[in-house]
């Protein structure tokens, strides 16, 4: 079955500094996998998705991500944070299937940007 | 163009109670899917529509169940409610459901008491 693994629960970084929040799958099939934002009481937000082709996915907001098949890895970096991207973020993957048409999530990482 | 519109936003019920959750997708899409938020097991897939017709289950007891019509717009029903049942409830809708991105609504917060 499948699965997503986010090691770090929270991560504290000072602003302007990069950051990486990690994402590992589990799955026995090809997949399609996601990096989802949630800002207090609200909804989650597409930052950015690989389907398939290059590797290095680009998002909203400055942020990118790498999907390593080996590894079965799909860490988010952003290379200078602000304040405002403090917030939860979710991976989620989909597996290629026919007739699968979930997302399953990780626990979630939860950003906090320091002054 | 109108996002995916979730009400109630808030609600307060009774455990033994019976709960009805609404949801307004993005005009054109049909596929919408719902999912359970809660602190202890994060988000949780429910199930998923695509015109009017259920593809996709969870794994929750049958109390809780769902349904969506013509018009794309779903609800989903939890009965007997148990204090457990306390989450956000998430909805979300897409084009296909697969591959294309999900677009989320902002919640009803569901409080058993």
């Known amino acids: 079955a499948q699965s997503v693994t986010q090691l770090d629960s929270q991560v504290p970084v000072f602003e302007e500094a990069p950051v990486e929040l990690r994402c590992n799958y589990s799955s026995s099939v090809s997949v399609y996998l996601f990096w989802y934002v949630q800002y207090p009481n609200q909804g989650l937000q597409l930052l950015l998705k690989?389907?398939?082709?290059?590797?290095l996915v680009k998002g909203i907001n400055g942020f990118e991500a790498e999907f390593n098949k080996s590894q079965t890895s799909f860490h988010l970096r952003k290379p200078s944070v602000h304040i405002s991207d403090t917030a939860e973020y979710f991976c989620a993957v989909s597996e290629s299937l026919p007739g699968t048409y979930k997302y399953i999530f990780g626990t979630g990482t939860r950003l906090k940007v320091l002054a | 163009k109108a996002g995916v519109t979730q009400t109630p936003r808030y609600l307060i019920k009774t455990r033994g109670q019976q709960v009805t959750l609404s949801c307004s997708p993005i005009s054109g899409h049909r596929s919408v899917s719902w999912y359970q938020q809660t602190p202890g097991q994060g988000l949780q897939f429910l199930f998923e529509y695509f015109s009017e017709t259920q593809r996709n289950k969870g794994n929750f007891p049958g109390r809780f169940s769902g349904r969506q019509f013509s018009n794309s717009r779903s609800e989903m029903n939890v009965s007997t409610l148990e204090l457990g049942d306390s989450a956000l409830y998430l909805c979300a809708s897409s084009w296909t459901g697969k591959k294309t991105e999900a677009f989320f609504g902002q919640g009803t917060r569901l409080t058993v008491v």
């Open positions: 690989y389907l398939s082709g290059s590797t």
